[in-house]
């Protein structure tokens, strides 16, 4: 059979008819990410920014909820240490940090962080969420390693839209961790939970810095004390790690050498078993209350030789 010109250009714009007849592949619309809220019948996050926890406490909880219009695709919980100054510290090997990657979707490996498929809405509040760092539920191979620790909230739609700690859609909270072994910070003047000073005089602080009785208790390594303005960062920089920050004290120093901290290096320490606050802070080492000032915050961070970090602030009422 033989077929003329004109019986090859209609078959070929039949042909293109019929492609551009067929459905294009829908593109999502959807470019938001999900959204990250409190659990249902709670008003907070949890933990929440500035969480303590004492040394009897075991666990945290997790207890938030996600939504997403399109459906949500993966939500991940992450825990890291947030002492580590990227020093590539080496210390004992019967502690641990607490390093953890939750991820809830709906093929999750652990059944307790799975959701159905397409869900648009999850809440995350049951047991099955907390997170242990001590007792029979601790994954941890050995003593949890005290000190500060970040924990991150993601989450992603089926579109791929992630939210971001940079715009504050990611959720973003620091907890101390405080153990019996970790090194104790106690000062014994405070009025009214404050320390009270004058503006353009040296700073009173009767107390130690010391081991305690505990048997994982360890001598004293490092100590690093700042004056700052009341309610400041304390010196986490950008990524979330700790690194000396100066400019933005009012005094700021060191002793000792830090597990962590890069730069965290001063003249050495009068003791490793207690130190005496009142004798440190003399003389050169003395803090001299700026002026300008209603309240500051004193904040005292110790280490032992195990890499425990304890870090207290105490609010001081300038007169």
């Avoid at 907890?175 to 405070?190: E, F, G, H, K, M």
């Avoid at 730069?263 to 009142?278: C, K, R, V, Y």
């Avoid at 003399?282 to 032992?304: F, K, M, N, S, Y």
């Amino acid at each position: 059979m033989k077929f003329n010109k004109p019986t090859y250009l209609v078959l070929g714009l039949a042909f293109a008819f019929m492609l551009a007849c067929e459905p294009a592949e829908e593109q999502p619309n959807d470019l938001a990410a999900p959204v990250i809220d409190p659990a249902e019948g709670s008003d907070h996050i949890e933990p929440e920014n500035g969480e303590d926890y004492g040394v009897n406490s075991d666990h945290m909880h997790v207890r938030f909820s996600v939504e997403d219009l399109s459906g949500i695709g993966q939500v991940r919980v992450n825990v890291h240490a947030n002492f580590d100054g990227h020093s590539h510290a080496r210390v004992s090997n019967t502690f641990a940090r607490l390093d953890i990657n939750n991820i809830y979707s709906p093929t999750a490996e652990n059944p307790d962080f799975r959701f159905p498929e397409g869900s648009t809405r999850i809440n995350i509040d049951a047991s099955s969420s907390d997170i242990y760092w001590a007792g029979t539920n601790s994954t941890l191979s050995g003593p949890v390693i005290a000190g500060s620790y970040d924990v991150g909230i993601e989450a992603t739609d089926i579109f791929g839209n992630q939210t971001g700690y940079a715009d504050g859609s990611s959720y973003i909270a620091t907890i101390q961790i405080r153990t019996p072994y970790a090194p104790a910070v106690s000062i014994s003047n405070l009025h009214d939970g404050e320390l009270e000073a004058a503006a353009g005089m040296p700073l009173e602080v009767q107390g130690t810095v010391s081991r305690t009785e505990h048997e994982l208790s360890s001598a004293i390594t490092f100590l690093w004390i700042r004056l700052a303005e009341e309610g400041d960062d304390h010196g986490h920089d950008d990524d979330g790690h700790n690194h000396r920050v100066a400019d933005e004290d009012f005094y700021d120093k060191m002793w000792g050498s830090s597990a962590w901290i890069d730069e965290g290096n001063g003249p050495d320490l009068p003791h490793n078993e207690m130190l005496d606050l009142s004798k440190i802070l003399t003389g050169d080492d003395a803090i001299i209350v700026p002026a300008g000032e209603d309240h500051l915050d004193l904040i005292i961070r110790a280490e032992d030789s195990n890499g425990n970090t304890t870090e207290e602030i105490f609010t001081i009422h300038v007169e």
